[in-house]
């Protein structure tokens, strides 16, 4: 696997001194940064984190694996030479497990990462000595240091977890996870000069046209990937689909610019049952539309304003505001 290369930038926000991190989207290297409480900054197209010796560090640890730090613009020649300690290494069978039972790469790079941090803060103990209280204890004062939340806190319950039930066979810790559909934050809409920065940094005329009807005829996941070739018609500008439990038929218009990035997109692709297709030519999965627009609006810079039935909510922080 090739390692992708991260720029660490000087950053400053309320008088405070930052490490601003700039790298091209990739989701593994972008759930390492949440996992280490880096906040979006979105004027500057990066992450950023409090600048210290402790977090270089930390970064140095968490993309060991998979990234090359430049970070001569904050006068380290070489970050990972200046490194005073041996990098944790994860067990080898653990990244084997992985691999076995069918996970991606880019999971297997994230639990990897969020799995080192875990063994580098228990170095002067057994893992298998570990009590539940010690694990609990470990969670929270991650959760609450670095103010992560809803995936974060997922993956990295779910990364300990798999040492404990896969390697050692021991029961999964039972660790009360804060329920994102119970947050009580508001969705937000997309708005159509939103959308349109989205869409134009967006090269993929099919995911184009997965964004423009998800956001402009305000169909939801589910409903999108369900489509059939037939449900659009072109000519009439509608789309057939159903709503509610009682999967109520009901007819939406479709828009002038989405039947246009429709038919080039249909044109091209030419699927045969599903609107959508996988590469097998399968139902388009819900989970590959929200990387579609996690990566449009990283792009686009609006990462922060996105509803959390499109995608999960993110962690940012705003200059000047």
């Given at each position: 696997m ?14 405070n ?11 593994s290297?972008?759930?390492i ?12 197209n ?6 210290s ?9 968490a ?52 799995f ?43 990364a ?15 660790y ?13 809409k997309?708005?159509?000069?939103e959308l ?7 090269p ?26 037939e ?23 479709l828009?002038?610019?989405?039947r246009?990035?429709l ?11 599903w ?13 590959s539309i ?6 449009a ?18 962690n ?6």
């Amino acid at each position: 696997m090739e390692k992708k290369r991260i720029t660490v930038l000087p950053h400053q926000f309320n008088n405070n001194d930052y490490f601003l991190l700039k790298f091209n989207y990739e989701e593994s290297l972008v759930s390492i940064a949440r996992s280490l409480g880096c906040r979006w900054v979105v004027e500057e197209n990066g992450w950023a984190i409090y600048r210290s010796r402790e977090n270089l560090k930390a970064l140095i640890r968490a993309f060991a694996d998979i990234s090359i730090f430049d970070t001569s613009k904050i006068g380290i020649i070489d970050a990972e030479e200046d490194y005073d300690e041996r990098i944790t290494l994860v067990p080898e069978s653990y990244a084997q497990l992985l691999i076995r039972k069918g996970y991606s790469e880019e999971t297997v790079q994230v639990y990897k990462s969020l799995f080192r941090e875990f063994i580098h803060h228990f170095k002067d103990k057994k893992l298998k000595d570990l009590k539940r209280e010690d694990l609990v204890s470990y969670i929270e004062n991650q959760v609450s240091g670095k103010k992560i939340s809803g995936k974060s806190e997922e993956q990295l319950v779910d990364a300990i977890n798999f040492y404990y039930t896969g390697i050692l066979k021991r029961r999964a810790l039972a660790y009360p996870l804060v329920k994102r559909e119970n947050s009580g934050r508001s969705q937000r809409k997309i708005s159509r000069k939103e959308l349109v920065r989205m869409l134009d940094a967006t090269p993929n005329v099919k995911h184009k046209a997965v964004m423009s009807l998800l956001y402009g005829s305000d169909l939801q996941r589910d409903q999108l990937v369900k489509l059939e070739k037939e449900d659009v018609d072109l000519d009439k500008m509608t789309i057939r689909t159903t709503t509610g439990e009682e999967k109520k038929p009901v007819t939406l218009k479709l828009e002038e610019d989405s039947r246009e990035l429709l038919g080039q997109y249909l044109k091209i692709y030419k699927p045969d049952k599903w609107l959508f297709e996988g590469v097998k030519g399968d139902q388009y999965s819900k989970s590959s539309i929200v990387s579609v627009v996690r990566r449009a609006t990283y792009k686009a810079g609006i990462d922060e304003k996105i509803p959390k039935s499109k995608r999960e909510p993110e962690n940012e922080m705003r200059s000047g505001s």
